[in-house]
């Protein structure tokens, strides 16, 4: 793209920079204001119209007046704002050429995909847009398919992998066109502060990688010409790589270019590779060897090769023709999942000797072929929330000690991959985990998902180990809907998929506190009637009952126990009810038992947010929790907080006893599945013993944790456990439906 005669009229910019957000004030910058008007600043000079650029900024206090006095009529550079500016008001667009520049905050979300966040981003909900979507948007009727001939874009924001609870807050990038793409012959030059996973960094009040690229542009349209891009980026490469050869830094801008053929390249300023320690040195010489003697045995194997990785790799190929067995290992190993999938390729599917395979592990800790890895993530998003859900359970009850990050698809294939191949001729964990999930559910997914790991299998060499495991898993699954209630799950935590004792209690009839209730017990999907008591019956009644259906139905410290109770009822104390209250081993329910409190009312009118906060605990920690001010005491207080906290995965109650009812129906209303209260005391007093209670690593053990407080309290009435009450309530566990039969 050289430099060229070109008359800067017939060129237009939109230019976005966000420096103040709605979150904390650690979400403030300072400089992406001073970049953008640099950027405005030089366009106008060489002779753009002021009336051709869209300045969108979101200033802080301090930059407000500059961005004022550049152009009064700017606009927010918020989520509408920018929809209506990409969507909209580009269509139209006449023009030759068009810069697109963005400054602010950028982070990895979900998938790798790279959000550019709006200035709405809270602590808790970090919304933007998706910058790859972006891209596309280039080349649909959003722009004018004649004209507009080339498009340079400049993103100066951090691409930052965010620490795994900070990450969870991130949301689905915005997506502005699902258009097909029509032209697919306009230039695109893209080029980026960072790598992906990486920041931008800012020097006194600037990004610096803005000030480069100024330089560098302002050098070359010295004399009025369009810059040459390419040597435009090569001073840029230069320039950084002076800096980390001078002062250490790290930072590696990337830049992708689309010549017009519709494809485009990406040419990275990366890191040097950084040398092999001496057992990778060595791992890598034996793969080389082994790719070496894989291509001797046909001619012509290299290329074929070739062609079979390039849809699957993201680098481009070795430019020797035909490549070396060393060219092709170094390409491998540029690539996630690269040494297995070359392997794989060359073997034509055949199983590939251990000794080879090991090379692969110790060089990049992967075992999956890349097409193994994308079906496999493919079809845990099929399985919607629930599935994968219910597919992290198995794998929390097939090993206990493994921890889960997320129930993204991507996620969980990496963290069960992660643990890698045990010693030679037996199964992965992964695979194993795959056979019970499939052998206990339905559906078209169960049996796609049996076909990859018997697929998987095949190719290391372990098939038969593998049906040993489908058919050990296929008796568990047939044991379990046998009856659900006697299969022993070590490990299983005390909720999800598996056992529990469903109890509902009916609000009392007439004056005391009699009422009618029903039991059932429930395993995943497989639920049992137990009893139903259409007489009234008073508490001491209802208690004496249980503790005879527990002892047939449940497993002491293991089955959750979960009443399901109105409102009103929710600081009945049922953890405290009497198990063999008049025999020799006298002990309340919620020390043999988890023991927790449900309410089914009022949840239909926000079941996405009761959803969503219900997902957020599945990997949330006791510190993410939300705090309820003691001052609250209206319903309007409280759905006015947790508006803000919609991503909270439960709420800590401290509010005054004459204030709970209001406290209670506003939590429920507001989705919130995970409560947690002191029966007793109130404010101070009654945080104080809630935090001795929340002192527990991961949000999910809960319930277990508070048995064993309350087993601790059997020996000191005074012990806070004593008091301790919890709302846990799963969207994906309902009570079986009512059944209204009249009599024949």
Not at 82 to 89: G, H, K, L, T
Not at 421 to 430: A, F, N, S
Not at 460 to 484: C, F, K, S
Not at 700 to 723: F, I, M, T, V
Request: aromatic share 6%; hydrophobic share 40%; with cysteine.
């Amino acid at each position: 793209m050289t430099a060229v005669e070109h008359d800067w009229r017939r060129t237009h910019a939109v230019i976005v920079a966000v420096e103040q957000y709605r979150g904390s004030d650690d979400w403030t910058l300072d400089g992406p204001v001073n970049d953008a008007l640099a950027m405005r600043t030089w366009l106008t000079g060489l002779g753009v119209p002021a009336e051709n650029i869209r300045l969108l900024a979101s200033p802080t206090e301090g930059n407000k007046a500059a961005v004022e006095a550049a152009d009064r009529d700017y606009r927010p550079a918020d989520g509408p704002t920018i929809r209506q500016v990409f969507m909209e008001e580009l269509r139209s667009l006449d023009a030759d050429r068009l810069w697109i520049y963005w400054a602010g905050h950028g982070v990895q979300a979900p998938g790798g995909r790279w959000s550019l966040l709006y200035p709405e981003t809270t602590d808790r909900d970090m919304r933007g847009l998706d910058v790859l979507n972006l891209m596309t948007l280039l080349r649909t009727e959003h722009l004018p398919k004649q004209g507009v001939g080339r498009v340079t874009v400049v993103i100066d924001a951090c691409w930052q992998a965010l620490p795994l609870r900070t990450h969870l807050m991130v949301a689905k990038p915005d997506e502005l066109t699902t258009k097909p793409e029509i032209n697919k012959s306009r230039e695109i030059y893209w080029m980026r502060a960072c790598q992906p996973g990486a920041v931008s960094k800012n020097q006194q009040g600037a990004g610096l990688f803005t000030s480069v690229l100024l330089r560098q542009l302002e050098a070359a349209s010295a004399d009025g010409v369009a810059p040459d891009l390419d040597r435009v980026w090569q001073g840029v490469r230069d320039e950084f790589a002076r800096l980390g050869r001078d002062e250490g830094l790290r930072q590696f801008p990337t830049v992708h270019i689309s010549r017009g053929d519709g494809s485009g390249e990406d040419v990275p300023l990366g890191p040097p590779r950084s040398p092999l320690d001496e057992q990778k040195r060595r791992e890598r010489g034996k793969l080389i060897h082994a790719v070496g003697a894989l291509l001797g045995e046909r001619p012509g194997r290299a290329a074929e090769v070739v062609v079979g990785l390039w849809e699957q790799f993201t680098t481009d190929p070795p430019t020797t023709t035909p490549p070396s067995a060393e060219e092709l290992v170094d390409w491998a190993l540029e690539n996630s999942h690269g040494t297995v999938t070359l392997l794989a390729e060359l073997s034509d599917r055949a199983p590939v000797r251990t000794e080879i395979r090991k090379p692969c592990h110790v060089l990049q800790n992967q075992w999956l072929t890349h097409a193994e890895y994308v079906e496999l993530a493919g079809l845990l998003e099929r399985l919607g929330q629930r599935g994968r859900h219910d597919f992290a359970e198995v794998a929390r009850e097939k090993y206990p000690t493994m921890a889960l990050s997320s129930l993204d698809p991507a996620a969980l294939v990496d963290d069960l991959e992660a643990v890698l191949l045990p010693p030679p001729k037996q199964l992965p964990q992964l695979l194993r985990v795959v056979e019970h999930f499939a052998a206990l559910c339905e559906g078209a997914v169960a049996g796609e998902l049996q076909a990859w790991s018997l697929e998987c299998a095949k190719r290391i060499d372990l098939e038969g180990q593998l049906h040993e495991r489908r058919g050990e898993a296929r008796e568990h699954a047939e044991r379990v809907q046998a009856d659900p209630d006697t299969v022993t799950d070590q490990g299983a935590p005390p909720s999800g998929s598996w056992a529990s004792i469903q109890i509902r209690l009916h609000a009392p009839s007439g004056d005391g506190q009699r009422r009618t209730y029903e039991v059932w017990s429930r395993r995943g999907d497989n639920v049992n009637s137990l009893a139903k008591a259409d007489t009234p019956a008073s508490l001491e009644e209802i208690q004496r009952g249980l503790d005879h259906l527990l002892r047939g139905h449940a497993r002491t410290h293991d089955t959750l126990v979960e009443f399901f109770v109105t409102p009103t009822d929710l600081e009945l104390a049922v953890h405290r009810w009497q198990l063999d209250a008049e025999g020799p081993l006298e002990r309340s329910l919620g020390t043999d038992y988890p023991v927790v409190v449900r309410c089914a009312e009022l949840r239909e009118h926000q079941r996405h947010l009761w959803e969503r906060r219900w997902e957020r605990a599945g990997t949330a920690g006791a510190e993410d929790l939300h705090w309820l001010s003691a001052h609250y005491e209206t319903f309007k207080q409280v759905n006015g907080d947790l508006q803000g906290q919609e991503d909270a995965p439960g709420v800590v109650m401290t509010s005054p006893v004459r204030a709970r009812s209001e406290v209670f129906n506003a939590c429920l209303f507001g989705g919130v599945p995970v409560l947690i209260w002191h029966g007793e005391a109130e404010g101070a007093a009654a945080q104080a013993e809630l935090e001795t209670l929340l002192r527990t690593e991961r949000l999910r053990s809960l319930p277990q944790h508070l048995r064993k407080l309350r087993s601790a309290s059997e020996a000191d009435e005074s012990h806070h456990g004593r008091h301790m009450a919890l709302l846990w309530d799963d969207p994906h566990r309902p009570l079986p439906d009512r059944l209204d039969l009249s009599a024949p």
